[in-house]
Every structure is written in structure tokens, then in C-alpha cells.
């Protein structure tokens, strides 16, 4: 079983990536899995991962790099028992410590283990081009990556990524450096792919580190069951859009620089829009993806920002969307909330995590 650790901060494009890498490999014949983990309790991405012939599992509310390790490891096993696949690509958290994860799963009793080089993507208009702008969290998940990709080069001038490169080079001289943009697998991306069919290599250990701690994030996710109602898809592409922009004008009043991600989906019945903000002054990407019949409409959302109080960022959240839901008309019921991340209890967590996991339910259909 090879293992490909795919990781990058909020936003930086590694949804788009791992779904671009996972659908190569299926259309080769191999095997794929693919762990997706959310620092908040909702996931919002694994739906969009799973295709036929690839499993997705979602680990939520931590990290998997120090918070949830054990998680990791039941459901490492489990695929391996159970699904036996040839790759499993780990998209972690946008703060998690990829060398970390690598060590953690080395010690772990899976047969025949073999790994990719670590991946860490960037977006290039994110931070500065100074290696001291950087905050130590993402210096670390740099310093740590074998290839170092820089997104997004289609909307992205030249001259910034020339900077970009230049800064990840001062960081990391000894990482292969790759420029693509994730949604067109055209020669530069196929780079990427080729560039993980080498072997990886293990660098030294360092001393373990709390990435929910350094990051300074605030996380929050929810999610809402909607009633009937009558949006068009373009109705909730709007929806989608009104709210990331209130959410992210509120959240730039207490800082105006944060860093983080917001993502935001609205399910109906035969589609999802996504929309998503990863700085203060992005516009909200928005998609519309057509799907197949879905048996109740829901909307959810997911919340990390730097530099935030947690309850400040749950006020905002729930307050414009239940506000928002309300003028639209839309009947609505919050099921479930997050609980606050406390180190104390994380092992307690677990357990209630591992309960949650079911390969079985997800390799029968």
C-alpha cells in the first residue's frame, strides 16, 4: 500500500488536486482511497472525492497530525483489511504537519507500506513574498514537503510567483519545486503526477508539535436540513454568494488580514453549489455541481480562521445564515453543532470518531 500525504494551508487547492490525482489513478486500474480530514465536525469534500472505484473516508474536529492519531490509525488498518488498495492519498487539515503524519503512520502494523514524497501545495497570492510574513505553522508544513506546488498559476501575475518561488526556495532549498494550475491537467500538472510515482524519502524526526495550538485557528462548521423550497440552481449560487460575503466582511472587521478558508455548500435535489473565501478581499469562488437525486436538501458550512475568538466566529456564522435562510423563505434545522476542541479529551473524542467510521456501509455502495 503506497501513501501519498497531500497537504497545503486553507484554500491553497488541495480538493482539486487530490481529485484530479485520484481519478488518474482509478483510470490506470489501481486502487485508490482517499482520507479526508476537517478540523471542524462537518465534512464537506468527501462527496465530491468519491467516485466508483475510489473510497473516500472523512476524519473530523482535529487534526490527525497530533489530535486525532488514532483515528488515523483505525481507519488505516480498516481500508487495508477490508478495501485493500493499491494508493491511499491523505488530504490533512490546512494546519496539519505533514512530516508528522508520515511518522506517525510509520509506526503503525500495515504490511508492505511505501510512501510518496510529501506534497505541500501554496497559493501564491495568499502571503507575502518575505519568508518572515509567513506564519511559523505554514514556515513548518514548507519546510517539511519534498515538492513544494505552486497553485493556481493561471490567476496569478507572473512577477508574484517568481517572488513566491523564490521565498519557498530560501525556506526549502532541497524540495522540487512545481508550478501548475490544479483545474487543468494539461503538462504542468502531469508533473506532479509523475513526480509521485518516486519514492519518498524520510527526513530527520523533530519534536512533536500541536498544530491546532501554533495555527491560532478558530474552527466552526455546521450543518442545516432545508425544507422544501424552490431555489434554482442559480438561486442557490446566489445564495451561496451573499453569505460569503457577509461572513467575510464581518470576519475582516475583527482582523482584517485573517487568514483561513470558508466554505459553504447548498445540496438540493439535483445539485450542489460551493462556494468558498480564503482572504479578506478574494472574491467568493462559487461552482455549481450537477448530481444525482438526493433525498433531503442541506446546507453546510466549514470555518477556520486565524486570529478570531470562537465564539465571535459561531455568532457570525449561524447569524447570517439563519438570518439569510429566514428572508428566502427557506424552513431550516441546525443538526449539528461543534463542540469546542479541548486537548484533554481528545482520546474520548476518538472513540466517538472510530464509532462513526464505516468502510463497509461505503465499499457496498
Do not use: W
Not at 19 to 37: D, E, F, M, P
Not at 132 to 159: G, H, S, V, Y
Not at 200 to 225: D, H, Q, R, W
Not at 306 to 317: A, C, F, G, R, Y
Amino acid at each position: 500500500m503506497k501513501v501519498m500525504i497531500i497537504g497545503g494551508f486553507l484554500g491553497s487547492g488541495k480538493t482539486t488536486t487530490i481529485l484530479r490525482i485520484s481519478r488518474q489513478l482509478s483510470n490506470a486500474g489501481k486502487k485508490t482511497a482517499i482520507i479526508v480530514n476537517e478540523i471542524g465536525e462537518i465534512g464537506l469534500d468527501g462527496d465530491i472525492l468519491t467516485s466508483p472505484g475510489i473510497v473516500t473516508e472523512e476524519l473530523t474536529s482535529g487534526c490527525i497530525c497530533c489530535t486525532l492519531r488514532i483515528s488515523m490509525q483505525y481507519t488505516l488498518q480498516t481500508l487495508e483489511e477490508e478495501y485493500e488498495p493499491d494508493i491511499v492519498i491523505i488530504e490533512p487539515t490546512g494546519i496539519a504537519f505533514p512530516g508528522q503524519i508520515r511518522e506517525e503512520i510509520e509506526t503503525m502494523e500495515l504490511s508492505e507500506l511505501s510512501f510518496a514524497p510529501v506534497v505541500t501545495l501554496v497559493d501564491p497570492g495568499r502571503f507575502g513574498t518575505e519568508a518572515k510574513e509567513i506564519p511559523k505553522f505554514i514556515e513548518n508544513q514548507i519546510r517539511e514537503a519534498e515538492i513544494l506546488c505552486i497553485n493556481k498559476i493561471d490567476i496569478t501575475p507572473t512577477e508574484t510567483i517568481l517572488a513566491v518561488e523564490k521565498m519557498l526556495c530560501e525556506i526549502n532549498s532541497a524540495a522540487r519545486i512545481l508550478k501548475f494550475s490544479a483545474k487543468h491537467e494539461d503538462e504542468n500538472f502531469e508533473k506532479l503526477f509523475l513526480q509521485l510515482a518516486v519514492p519518498g524519502f524520510k527526513k530527520p524526526s523533530e519534536e512533536k508539535k500541536n498544530s491546532v495550538e501554533l495555527s491560532e485557528v478558530s474552527a466552526y462548521s455546521v450543518l442545516y436540513t432545508l425544507g422544501p423550497q424552490y431555489l434554482s440552481p442559480e438561486g442557490s449560487k446566489q445564495f451561496i454568494e451573499e453569505n460569503l460575503r457577509k461572513i467575510q466582511n464581518e470576519i475582516r472587521e475583527i482582523n482584517s488580514e485573517f487568514v483561513g478558508h470558508v466554505k459553504l455548500s447548498m445540496k438540493l435535489y439535483e445539485s450542489t453549489a460551493k462556494g468558498s473565501v480564503t482572504s479578506p478581499t478574494e472574491v467568493p469562488q462559487i461552482e455549481l455541481i450537477q448530481t444525482g437525486e438526493s433525498e433531503k436538501a442541506e446546507l453546510r458550512l466549514l470555518s477556520a480562521v486565524t486570529k478570531v475568538p470562537k465564539n465571535k466566529l459561531i455568532e457570525i456564522v449561524e447569524s447570517t445564515l439563519e438570518e439569510n435562510l429566514g428572508k428566502s423563505g427557506i424552513v431550516f434545522e441546525k443538526e449539528i453543532q461543534e463542540h469546542e476542541y479541548n486537548t484533554g479529551n481528545h482520546i474520548e473524542h476518538e472513540k466517538e470518531q472510530i464509532c462513526r467510521v464505516n468502510i463497509l456501509k461505503d465499499m457496498k455502495t
